[in-house]
């Protein structure tokens, strides 16, 4: 990993103040425990996950050393495209001014996306040997109901840019997955094919789980999730540390999808970290921005390389994708803001 | 101490949700509405804090929160002295 930079929206939110005007209640003590006090949410309708991901991208050519022609593949990590078509990668391509002979792919996953675009950056920048701009860009905000308990109080926007440059001397990445699409409901955003839109889709009514949002918003059974992340994932990731032949003491960080800080805790333990030295959080300054929050937690805490990391994105699929690997070399540019 | 602790897990809910009396006996808190998932988030956060432990993510079931009594007794089985 060569260099890597962050965008979120200037407009900050205060939780505190936002529970008390949404919900009429204080939820200091919850918003304590699930450790969201802020969140950056852009406030132009007209604003996108591409604007974060450009001015990231952007950065990184400016001030990280890499070279728009080095450049052989863009993976866009999304699922909040400008359009359904064409892809955001390939309108990257021209709005980062790269080369025509650039191939371009976008992944649609949530929560657990930025591994798998590593995975597929590393796995294409080593058959290419050029460079991969990874993006992984959200604006959750624009299906996310702030009449929702259940999700108003999460999320936030945001975008990323990576570099990954093929280097046969660096240590080797490891990968594991997994798919269970059978939960697909724990978490889930409706708008596409399967459910044409009708105009009935846009209006905001109160559900039977409580929740007031449109048919079109975010759903979340926290309950389920939460059953997931703290029962499922920590298998799969204790199966993978004893295939690779290592354990929680032996990394210098473990990087979490910023789901939820209570939960995340509930997880390290679960896996044999130390939360309170291994783990880095920026959730409670940009709560949880899906797939972009584990490249974020990088540029935003990762102030020096970590030469051994364990990642794990988990959540919507519901999937998860876990990595070892090292950081070592980073140009980390950090997280900048833009007015939008 | 089991007395002391069963106060103190009456007055950490009773902070939480001072509009309940969590000392009526016979009363199921899950289903009778009186914890929801983001109390049992903060109360776990706040029993986590008071007895220096890390109450198991696998015990963070509705069963464990629905009295008092069942409250204490997941303290006791994660280490709460």
């Given at each position: 990993m060569e260099a890597i930079a962050a965008c979120v929206p200037e407009n900050k939110v205060d939780n505190l103040e936002f529970a008390k005007s949404h919900f009429e209640e204080d939820m200091s003590s919850t918003l304590k425990a699930l450790g969201v006090?802020?969140?950056?949410?852009?406030?132009k309708e007209e604003t996108t996950s591409m604007d974060f991901c450009i001015a990231a991208a952007e950065k990184i050519f400016a001030e990280g050393g890499v070279?728009?022609?080095?450049?052989?593949?863009?993976?866009?990590?999304?699922?909040?495209?400008d359009c359904l078509m064409p892809n955001n990668s390939t309108y990257?391509?021209?709005?980062?001014?790269?080369?025509?002979?650039?191939?371009?792919l976008d992944i649609n996953h949530a929560c657990p996306g930025y591994v798998f675009g590593l995975w597929n950056a590393a796995l294409i920048a080593q058959n290419m040997q050029k460079k991969v701009l990874l993006l992984d860009g959200d604006i959750n905000s624009k299906y996310v109901s702030p009449w929702d308990k259940s999700t108003a109080l999460l999320f936030g926007d945001a975008g990323t840019a990576t570099v990954i440059t093929p280097d046969a001397s660096a240590p080797d990445w490891h990968f594991t997955f997994m798919s269970d699409g059978s939960n697909r409901e724990a978490i889930m955003v409706r708008l596409g094919m399967r459910y044409p839109i009708k105009t009935e889709y846009l209006e905001y009514?109160?559900?039977?789980?409580?929740?007031?949002?449109?048919?079109?918003?975010?759903?979340?059974?926290?309950?389920?999730?939460?059953?997931?992340v703290v029962d499922v994932v920590p298998e799969i990731a204790n199966?993978?540390?004893?295939?690779?032949?290592?354990s929680g003491e032996e990394y210098k960080k473990l990087v979490l999808h910023q789901a939820n800080h209570f939960m995340l805790k509930k997880m390290a333990k679960a896996i044999g970290f130390d939360h309170k030295t291994q783990m880095p959080i920026s959730m409670n300054k940009y709560g949880n921005t899906s797939s972009v929050s584990i490249p974020l937690t990088i540029a935003s805490e990762l102030t020096e390389p970590a030469d051994h990391v364990f990642m794990?994105?988990?959540?919507?699929?519901?999937?998860?994708?876990?990595a070892d690997l090292s950081l070592k070399g980073l140009n980390n540019l950090g997280v900048e803001t833009i007015k939008c | 101490m089991l007395n002391n602790m069963k106060e103190q897990v009456i007055k950490i809910l009773t902070e939480l949700r001072p509009?309940?009396?969590?000392?009526?006996e016979g009363l199921n808190f899950i289903e009778e509405g009186m914890l929801d998932s983001f109390d049992v988030v903060s109360l776990v956060n706040e029993l986590d804090t008071k007895y220096g432990i890390s109450i198991d993510g696998l015990d963070i079931v509705p069963d464990n929160f629905?009295?008092?009594?069942?409250?204490?007794?997941?303290?006791?089985?994660?280490?709460?002295?």
């Open positions: 006090l802020e969140r950056h949410v852009a406030i070279k728009r022609e080095d450049i052989g593949a863009i993976i866009f990590v999304t699922l909040t495209p990257a391509q021209h709005l980062l001014g790269l080369g025509k002979d650039v191939a371009t009514k109160t559900w039977e789980d409580g929740g007031k949002r449109r048919f079109i918003d975010m759903e979340m059974h926290g309950r389920d999730v939460f059953d997931y199966a993978f540390m004893d295939e690779l032949e290592t794990i994105g988990m959540g919507a699929g519901l999937s998860s994708g876990i | 509009e309940f009396d969590f000392t009526q629905s009295s008092v009594d069942s409250i204490v007794a997941l303290l006791i089985k994660n280490g709460a002295k």
